[in-house]
């Protein structure tokens, strides 16, 4: 099919088939200690249109990396229901197939299993060929939709997430799942409307979600010409702050200035305060969800006891997909990531202590996605790399691109060639053996 839409052109454009390779070509030298998997989900529709860069189905690119070696690439596209049997995720009742999404977002592990996620549905398991297992509802106790976005405490191993509903309450609700994926909590929280909640913040005491205005708009739904939620100038933001240790207790909201968060770059406690760090738009989708203003990196403190929060602009550059090593996540992580995209890409490495910062720039024509960092050793926050698909205009083709995380302006450590371009995309994970 011929279009002109700007997400389904140049490397945006879905690839057509699945592929399979061995032994890839490498530049450099892969760090011996990294023996894993890199995966990372992202938009391919299969009958290559979709009315919104968020809609298509599901594919997840991996590379295969043991004892200094590429051993191979693959990529395979999630066979949801709605994949294989055109399914519905609302139908004419309003009833809500939680296997019909397009499992199109993220990729991760827990209590042994690799999870294909997106916001409006259930999970989809893969195998560690990236198979589709099939949708996954932690034995039946989840009953909601889950999360892109869910955060394992780095000290209990507890997956915490949360499902949103677009047309009936209870719109929110927020889960819980310990180390083995035992599903231990489910509770509704209570907000007025149903709002895209893409991501949240967890910390050591506490879990905070972001209530903002971009909310679901029943006429943008039914012009299917893009996402179903508007920008609304009548509706607050504010940040709902709830104690771990009280998971059934009051949820305490706190007033922001009106603004979008897709994603948070990690969030950690202070005495008698929340700190998180977000990229910030300005505002999302007033009149049409094709266009995106530009984020950059924000610090907001909740101060629990004056009930206030103190806004602060961290940095003007424009960009997205904030990472930090993830045995990190809630705690205060010293270094955190951010992909630059246009012409010339870079990543930039943020010192959340000193405020001062590093980038590598890829050069004219070469575009990176999102960075995850991959361990070197046992040490939560010591040293490590940074990995990602980097698209190469000229060639038209993809390398996976592994940086030393603590001197990133030098060049990279490896780069992994692929057989193939990888389309531009979402969310990933550094998946170790160990």
């Not at 990529?75 to 499992?103: I, Q, S």
């Not at 994603?263 to 005495?271: I, K, S, T, V, Y």
């Amino acid at each position: 099919m011929t279009t002109s839409a700007p997400h389904l052109t140049g490397n945006y454009a879905p690839v057509s088939d699945e592929l399979t390779a061995y032994d890839l070509p490498v530049s450099g030298q892969i760090p011996a200690e990294l023996t894993g998997w890199y995966l990372r989900n992202g938009p391919n529709p299969h009958e290559a249109a979709s009315h919104h860069w968020f809609a298509g189905d599901g594919m997840v690119h991996g590379v295969r990396i043991e004892n200094g070696r590429a051993v191979s690439y693959r990529n395979r596209w999630v066979r949801t229901t709605k994949f294989t049997d055109g399914a519905r995720v609302y139908d004419e009742m309003g009833n809500h197939d939680l296997t019909a999404g397009n499992a199109n977002t993220h990729v991760i592990r827990h209590a042994g299993r690799t999870l294909a996620l997106v916001e409006s549905s259930l999970p989809y398991e893969l195998t560690c060929d990236l198979d589709t297992v099939g949708p996954y509802d932690f034995d039946g106790g989840l009953r909601t939709a889950m999360t892109a976005h869910p955060k394992t405490c780095p000290v209990t191993g507890e997956l915490h997430f949360f499902g949103y509903e677009l047309i009936r309450e209870p719109f929110l609700t927020y889960h819980r799942a310990d180390a083995d994926g035992n599903l231990l909590l489910s509770r509704p929280i209570d907000v007025p409307a149903a709002t895209m909640q893409h991501d949240f913040n967890l910390t050591a005491e506490h879990v905070v979600f972001m209530d903002l205005p971009v909310v679901f708009d029943a006429a943008a739904a039914v012009s299917g010409g893009g996402m179903p939620f508007r920008w609304r100038d009548d509706y607050q933001a504010r940040l709902g702050v709830l104690r771990r240790d009280d998971p059934h207790g009051e949820v305490r909201w706190f007033g922001i200035d009106p603004c979008y968060v897709f994603h948070p770059l990690n969030a950690h406690d202070e005495p008698g305060q929340i700190v998180l760090y977000v990229m910030r738009y300005p505002e999302l989708w007033r009149t049409e969800s094709h266009t995106f203003d530009k984020a950059s990196l924000w610090r907001w403190t909740i101060d629990l006891t004056a009930g206030t929060v103190a806004e602060e602009q961290l940095d003007d550059r424009a960009a997205e997909f904030p990472r930090v090593d993830d045995r990190l996540v809630g705690l205060d992580a010293r270094f955190g990531h951010v992909a630059v995209s246009g012409d010339s890409g870079a990543l930039i490495r943020y010192d959340l202590h000193s405020g001062s910062s590093t980038a590598h720039e890829f050069g004219s024509g070469r575009v990176p996605g999102e960075a995850a960092f991959a361990p070197a050793d046992q040490n939560p926050g010591g040293h490590g790399y940074l990995m990602t698909y980097v698209y190469n205009a000229e060639t038209d083709r993809s390398d996976l691109v592994i940086l030393d995380a603590s001197d990133l302006a030098a060049p990279p450590v490896a780069a992994i060639h692929l057989p193939r371009r990888v389309p531009f995309g979402f969310h990933g994970s550094w998946l170790a053996d160990r």
